[in-house]
Every structure is written in structure tokens, then in C-alpha cells.
């Protein structure tokens, strides 16, 4: 699987983005999703996640309420809404492929290459 990442950039406080994460590979539907962020001197830390079939989808308490993960199997894609962004989103985002269901990185098989989001106070 190769995922490529999109749509991050910079936003003021308060607005929304949605980041989008296309897939390549036939097996796309059959993995668990998740997208990590890494701020500048920070480690990587996870966002949110999705299983294979839609359900369930859990999320970090730093996001929860404001972001929202789905899926879109038949075009092979993962997104990421964000909305009531904050400085504090400030980060590289990441979308990830996984057969585990996971909030850490390591069980995460295939890394996209990473989106920026930049978010002025």
C-alpha cells in the first residue's frame, strides 16, 4: 500500500481543513487507517484512527469533538475534518496503514510522506 497525504497548509485560528490521504493498492479496504502528527521538536503523536470497515474510530482527547476521521473505500481514500483548529495543531500530519487497530506508531505497516498544517494565532 502507498498512501499519499493532502491538503494541510495554513489556517488561522478557529477554521477547518480537510486532509485527504489516497491510497494505492487493491488491499486498501482490508487495513485499519490512522493519522499521527509530529510538531518541531516533538515526537510523533496519534491523532486519530479508523477500522477496515468504518467502525469504530477513536480519537486523541486533544481532538476529540473538533476532528473527525472517515473513509471512502471505493476511491481508496482516507480524510481527516478538522475544524476549530488551534496553534496547538500546528504539526506535520501523517495518514498510516495498519492490520492492528492502534494509537501507537509502530504497528503501522505503511507511512504516507506527510502533510503540513500551520495554524496562526
Known amino acids: 500500500v502507498q498512501l499519499q497525504a493532502s491538503g494541510g497548509g495554513l489556517v488561522q485560528a478557529g477554521g477547518s481543513l480537510r486532509l485527504s490521504c489516497a491510497a494505492s493498492g487493491r488491499t486498501f479496504s482490508r487495513y485499519n487507517m490512522g493519522w499521527f502528527r509530529q510538531a518541531p521538536g516533538k515526537e510523533r503523536e496519534f491523532v486519530a484512527l479508523?477500522?477496515?470497515?468504518?467502525?469504530?474510530?477513536l480519537y486523541a482527547d486533544s481532538v476529540k469533538g473538533r476532528f473527525t476521521i472517515s473513509r471512502d473505500n471505493a476511491k481508496n481514500t482516507v480524510y481527516l475534518e478538522m475544524n476549530s483548529l488551534k496553534p496547538e495543531d500546528t504539526a506535520i500530519y501523517y495518514c498510516?496503514?495498519?492490520?492492528?487497530?492502534?494509537?501507537?506508531?509502530?504497528?503501522?505497516?505503511?507511512w504516507g510522506q506527510g502533510t503540513l498544517v500551520t495554524v496562526s494565532s
Open positions: 498510516a496503514a495498519a492490520q492492528a487497530i492502534s494509537t501507537i506508531p509502530r504497528p503501522y505497516d505503511y
Open positions: 479508523i477500522s477496515w470497515t468504518g467502525r469504530p474510530t
